[in-house]
């Protein structure tokens, strides 16, 4: 005879496995929840000017009716109230950085930090004086961008949606 | 082989060290914060008896709030009992519209499990009979099952605290509702096999 002040033994945490099983599969975590939970509190730390994604026949942000993985992003354009941005990923040329990826990009802002947040963290650069900018070496999977302007303290950062490279 | 209920590794331990790493200054920390305890606070917003779209608020809201207060936060290794607690309060806010005369603390009791007969109808036979025999346990256990199911052992006290349960009733013991749900499985004998 058990009770409930035995300690729990193998049966208790298998029994919980099944529970776990069970309400996994049944009610599964919405598979981008984490992913826009993250987005919203940068959002939120930035106080930041949300961008638009442009393009929608390139459209291939993470959205609540998505149920397929989005299929990799070639050039999209992001657009907010003070720039624009555009972006074009490519897989990285040499064969020990075949997993890479680049991003070209061109922003209407010269001089803007242009800042490419990936799952491995996050990486800047300026845009030159056309506001080109490369950023290399940045992982596959969902990336966001988030474009300060160092010149003018005034404005606000712009952060796009999370797309997939 | 069994773990020890001291494991240094469970998903609480894990989720306070990322948090303190985060107001230490490492803000890529917090990622690893939503990744580690998401699917907790999302079946313990689920588990309150909240539509999906309003439990996604809820889990987002309660990350908001972290950020907020991180500062303010006495104790950073019980930050996942923290969000438990508050993605609680919020899905109950949120059920209740705009309405503000009730204060936060009023919690209220849980609602039993409900799965949506699209989901039901996608469980395994044996899926199908563990249900049964939960569906049969008291709305509290069922929350709380549920709930701890997601973390990991050593994480079982702090979370029954968070969902109102007293510390002693499960502890590193058993508890009443494990109890219960091993008796109901064990005098069925569709359940063994």
């Known amino acids: 005879m058990t009770s409930h002040t035995d300690a729990i033994d193998a049966r208790d945490i298998a029994n919980l496995g099944h529970v776990r099983d069970l309400f996994a599969h049944a009610d599964p975590v ?84 242009v800042e490419a947040v990936t799952s491995e963290g996050s990486s800047s650069v300026i845009s030159d004086a056309n506001g080109r900018f490369v950023l290399d070496d940045l992982p596959h999977g969902p990336v966001h961008f988030v474009v300060t302007d160092p010149g003018n303290d005034d404005t606000r950062p712009v952060i796009t949606p999370t797309i997939q490279i | 082989m069994t773990p020890t209920p001291t494991a240094p590794d469970g998903l609480g331990t894990l989720a306070g060290r990322a948090f303190a790493a985060y107001r230490a200054g490492e803000r890529e920390r917090l990622s690893e914060l939503v990744d580690l305890v998401t699917p907790v606070l999302w079946n313990a917003a689920r588990s309150q008896g909240g539509a999906p779209a309003m439990c996604e608020d809820a889990v987002q809201t309660a990350f908001l709030q972290l950020v907020d207060r991180a500062d303010s936060i006495q104790e950073p290794a019980a930050v996942l009992g923290w969000l438990v607690v508050v993605v609680k309060r919020e899905v109950w806010r949120l059920a209740r519209g705009a309405r503000r005369e009730f204060g936060v603390d009023e919690v209220p009791e849980a609602p039993a499990q409900q799965l949506d007969p699209e989901a039901q109808s ?39 605290e968070s969902l109102g349960m007293p510390v002693g009733s499960i502890g590193p013991t058993r508890g009443r509702c494990l109890q219960k749900l091993r008796t109901t499985l064990g005098t069925d004998p569709g359940w063994a096999v």
């Open chain 1, 30 to 113: 919405p598979s981008d929840l984490a992913e826009r939970v993250k987005f919203a509190i940068t959002v939120h730390a930035l106080h930041a000017e949300v961008a638009e994604l442009m393009d929608s026949a390139l459209l291939t942000t993470r959205g609540a009716e998505a149920e397929v993985e989005p299929t990799p992003t070639e050039s999209v354009t992001f657009t907010a109230a003070s720039m624009s941005l555009m972006v074009t990923a490519a897989p990285m040329d040499s064969d020990e950085t075949e997993d890479r990826v680049r991003v070209d990009g061109w922003v209407t802002t010269p001089g803007a930090r």
């Open chain 2, 122 to 160: 996608i469980l395994s036979e044996r899926q199908r009979v563990l249900w049964k025999h939960v569906s049969t346990l008291s709305p509290r256990c069922q929350e709380l099952l549920r709930v701890i199911a997601f973390a990991d052992r050593p994480d079982y006290a702090a979370i029954a």
